[in-house]
């Protein structure tokens, strides 16, 4: 698959993963530095996916750390280039999108190629764990540009969850507006008018 067939998120994940291998002088760029570098992605999928799949990145980044620790350092001017097992896994994440039926090759087709991966197989990490985050996530969604992380969870990005602060006590009472609130609920309430 072309790079013009990767989302931003995706090209964004792997320039960093090529930027963390040179910082530590690594001359091949593994799949845990892709891994490492979609953990630190902001507004990507990764961390809502393994959030939802049970798993935090405060659990993961360590055994990452220490991963990328074992390989090899070079000294000199060269510059890093895809490892043999990044490759299998953006061949694999090609097939996840197959097979999810995408346009685009996501960060979710790339961290649904690393399940196989130690670190994430140690946090107890599953695909089918990982797939059914997705469907939570992105639900029945298809990736069909190059900039699908903007739609999902849209509601967690620009709300908030009242009902959850409630649960948790954590908003401020509402004194003296009864009559607010009974028209209010009253208009909610409407089965035949707009609301």
């Not at 931003?8 to 090529?18: D, M, T, V």
């Not at 990982?130 to 903007?150: F, H, I, Y």
């Amino acid at each position: 698959m072309a790079m013009d067939r990767y989302t931003e998120k995706s090209q964004e994940a792997l320039a960093a993963a090529a930027r963390e291998a040179s910082e530590r002088g690594q001359q091949a760029i593994e799949p845990e530095h892709l891994l490492l570098a979609l953990l630190d992605q902001d507004g990507g999928l990764t961390r809502p996916l393994l959030r939802a799949a049970g798993m935090s990145q405060a659990d993961l980044r360590p055994a990452l750390v220490s991963a990328l620790e074992r390989f090899p350092r070079v000294t000199g001017g060269t510059d890093p280039y895809a490892s043999k097992s990044l490759r299998e896994v953006l061949r694999d994440a090609e097939r996840e999108a197959d097979h999810l039926k995408d346009e685009y090759l996501s960060t979710e087709h790339l961290l649904l190629a690393m399940a196989k991966l130690p670190a994430l197989v140690a946090a107890g990490v599953t695909r089918e764990g990982l797939l059914e985050a997705l469907k939570g996530v992105r639900g029945n969604q298809r990736v069909t540009d190059e900039n699908p992380e903007s739609k999902y969870q849209a509601l967690e990005k620009y709300g908030r969850d009242l009902t959850a602060l409630a649960a948790a006590d954590r908003l401020d009472p509402v004194i003296g507006r009864d009559e607010e609130i009974r028209r209010v609920i009253q208009v909610l309430s409407r089965r035949t008018k707009n609301n």
